[in-house]
Nanobody, 121 residues
Framework: QVQLVESGGGLVQAGGSLRLSCAASGRTNSIHDMGWFRQAPGKEREFVAAIGWSGDSTYYGDSVKGRFAISRDNAKKAVYLQMNSLKPEDTAVYYC??????????????WGKGTLVTVSS
C-alpha cells in the first residue's frame, strides 16, 4: 500500500508561478517512477511530467514543456512540480502518481487525490 498526498495548489495570476509537492508514505520501496497528471472539468486526464528514480530521466507533456520542471527527493519521499509562466488553460486538478521501474507515463499504479490549481487571466 502506497499513499500519495499532494499540496501547494491554489489561485494564481496568469504568468505567475506555483510549486506543487507530493509526499509518499506506506510501502514506498516499491516506488520508482513518479509523475504528475492533471484533469480539467469535461476533459480527460492529461500527462504533465514524469521522473525516474535517480532524477536523471524526465519527461514532459507538450503543453508544459519549457514552463514546468519536475524534481524529486527520495530521502524525503517527495516529488515536486515547479510551474512557471502559468496560463489559464493550466487550470485543473493536479494529481501525483507513482509506479514501479519502467512505469513511464502510462504505467502508474498509485494516485493521490489531487490538488486544485486555478490560474486567473
Amino acid at each position: 500500500q502506497v499513499q500519495l498526498v499532494e499540496s501547494g495548489g491554489g489561485l494564481v495570476q496568469a504568468g505567475g508561478s506555483l510549486r506543487l509537492s507530493c509526499a509518499a508514505s506506506g510501502r514506498t520501496n516499491s516506488i520508482h517512477d513518479m509523475g504528475w497528471f492533471r484533469q480539467a472539468p469535461g476533459k480527460e486526464r492529461e500527462f504533465v511530467a514524469a521522473i525516474g528514480w535517480s532524477g536523471d530521466s524526465t519527461y514532459y507533456g507538450d503543453s508544459v514543456k519549457g514552463r514546468f520542471a519536475i524534481s524529486r527527493d527520495n530521502a524525503k519521499k517527495a516529488v515536486y512540480l515547479q510551474m512557471n509562466s502559468l496560463k489559464p488553460e493550466d487550470t485543473a486538478v493536479y494529481y501525483c502518481a507513482a509506479g514501479g521501474v519502467g512505469a513511464g507515463t502510462q504505467g502508474m499504479d498509485y494516485w493521490g487525490k489531487g490538488t486544485l490549481v486555478t490560474v486567473s487571466s
